[in-house]
C-alpha cells in the first residue's frame, strides 16, 4: 500500500488542523493504520492509532483529548483531526499501515516496528 498525507500547515497555539492520509492499493480495511510524528532533533514518536474497522482507537498521553483519529474504508482515508495545538506538536507528521489477519493489542498497534508502510510526512508547524 501506498500511502499519501497532507493537510499540514502553520497555524496558531490553540488552533485547529485536520491531516489526511489516502491509501492506494487493495484491501485497506485489512491494515491498522497510524500516525506518528518527528520534531527537530528529537526521535519519532507514536501519536494515535486506528484498529482495521475503525473501533479502537489509542493515543499518546500528551494528545489525549486534543486529537481524534480516525477512517473511511469506503474512501481508503484515515484522519487525524488535531485541535487546542501547543507548540511543542510542532513535527513532521507520518501516516504509516501495517496489514493484520487477526486483531491487535494496544501495544502492537503503538509501536512503530509493527508498521511497514510509511507515507511521506506533511510538516505541522504550531506558532506560540
Known amino acids: 500500500v501506498q500511502l499519501q498525507a497532507c493537510g499540514g500547515g502553520l497555524v496558531q497555539a490553540g488552533g485547529c488542523l485536520r491531516l489526511?492520509?489516502?491509501?492506494?492499493?487493495?484491501?485497506?480495511?485489512?491494515?491498522?493504520m497510524g500516525w506518528f510524528r518527528q520534531a527537530p532533533g528529537k526521535e519519532r514518536e507514536f501519536v494515535a492509532t486506528?484498529?482495521?474497522?475503525?473501533?479502537?482507537?489509542y493515543y499518546a498521553d500528551s494528545v489525549k483529548g486534543r486529537f481524534t483519529i480516525s477512517r473511511d474504508n469506503a474512501k481508503d482515508m484515515v484522519y487525524l483531526q488535531m485541535s487546542d495545538l501547543k507548540h511543542e506538536d510542532t513535527a513532521v507528521y507520518y501516516c504509516?499501515?501495517?496489514?493484520?489477519?487477526?486483531?491487535?493489542?494496544?501495544?502492537?498497534?503503538?509501536?512503530?516496528?509493527?508498521?511497514?508502510?510509511w507515507g511521506q510526512g506533511t510538516l505541522v508547524t504550531v506558532s506560540s
Open positions: 504509516a499501515a501495517y496489514q493484520a489477519s487477526r486483531p491487535q493489542s494496544m501495544g502492537v498497534m503503538r509501536r512503530a516496528s509493527s508498521y511497514d508502510y
Open positions: 486506528i484498529s482495521r474497522s475503525g473501533i479502537s482507537t
Open positions: 489526511s492520509c489516502a491509501a492506494s492499493g487493495r484491501s485497506f480495511n485489512s491494515y491498522v
